[in-house]
């Protein structure tokens, strides 16, 4: 079936950058989506981008998307302890008209 | 709004009991559904419902049951809690179906989560 992998695990300084990497298998996917999951709490949907796009930018958070290697990224500027927290991909919109998550990404922040 | 609400936060059970989680929401949202989490595995989709009265299984159906009598409440039943089913369990609603192929963006709320142990 169709797949969604991260790494589990990333820590940063504070007031660093954060990159949390993201693939997906399923080519056909025209929404990228980037959620938070802050300890004890369910998921929060922070942004997403169309596949027709390369990069989006909100804020303090850049998406990048390379759709030819079906690569998606999330930078997270200037990083603070609040950043701290599961952040998980997913893609939808696809052949399998099924949103598909990844395992999630730890960000650790230290002080 | 309250949102989309779960409860009991925390659950302990013996193996072969049977429990209810309860989950609601308030935005009048149609579809409605349950994952699961497990660590290093993601989010995995359980039931969902797109509307009263209809309800479907998603990746990981077994042992579990749903039914969806009003457009707030959409219960799920373990019928008799095995060890393998001890994980965090989540509620989600939105408007549309999520990852529908030109479904839109629209945001899926999720709960707080039930915290689950089956010894």
């Known amino acids: 079936g169709e797949d969604v992998e991260q790494s589990l695990f990333l820590s940063v300084r504070e007031g660093d950058s954060s990159v949390i990497n993201c693939t997906y298998t399923?080519?056909?996917?025209?929404?990228l989506y980037w959620y938070k999951q802050e300890p004890g709490a369910g998921l929060q949907l922070l942004t997403y981008?169309?596949?027709?796009?390369d990069m989006k930018q909100d804020q303090r958070l850049t998406v990048l998307l390379n759709k030819k290697d079906k690569h998606l990224s999330l930078r997270i500027a200037d990083t603070q302890t609040g950043d701290s927290a599961i952040y998980f991909c997913?893609?939808?919109?696809?052949?399998?008209?099924?949103?598909?998550f990844g395992t999630g990404t730890l960000l650790a922040v230290q002080p | 709004n309250a949102g989309v609400t779960q409860t009991p936060k925390f659950q302990v059970l013996k193996t072969g009991q049977s429990m209810t989680l309860q989950c609601a929401q308030d935005?009048?949202?149609?579809?409605m559904s349950w994952y699961r989490q497990d660590p290093g595995m993601g989010l995995r989709l359980i039931h969902y419902?797109?509307?009263?009265?209809?309800?479907d299984q998603g990746e990981v159906p077994n042992g579990y049951n749903v039914s969806r009598s009003t457009t707030e409440d959409f219960p799920l039943r373990l019928l008799s809690a095995a060890p393998s089913q001890t994980s965090v369990y989540f509620c989600?609603?939105?408007?549309?179906?999520?990852?529908?192929?030109?479904?839109?963006?629209?945001?899926?709320?999720f709960g707080p989560g039930t915290r689950l142990t089956v010894l």
């Open positions: 989600a609603s939105s408007t549309t179906i999520p990852g529908l192929a030109g479904g839109g963006t629209d945001t899926q709320y």
């Open positions: 399923d080519s056909s996917s025209t929404y």
């Open positions: 981008i169309f596949s027709n796009m």
């Open positions: 997913a893609a939808g919109g696809g052949a399998t008209n099924k949103l598909i």
């Open positions: 935005m009048n949202h149609e579809y």
């Open positions: 419902s797109v509307g009263a009265g209809i309800t």
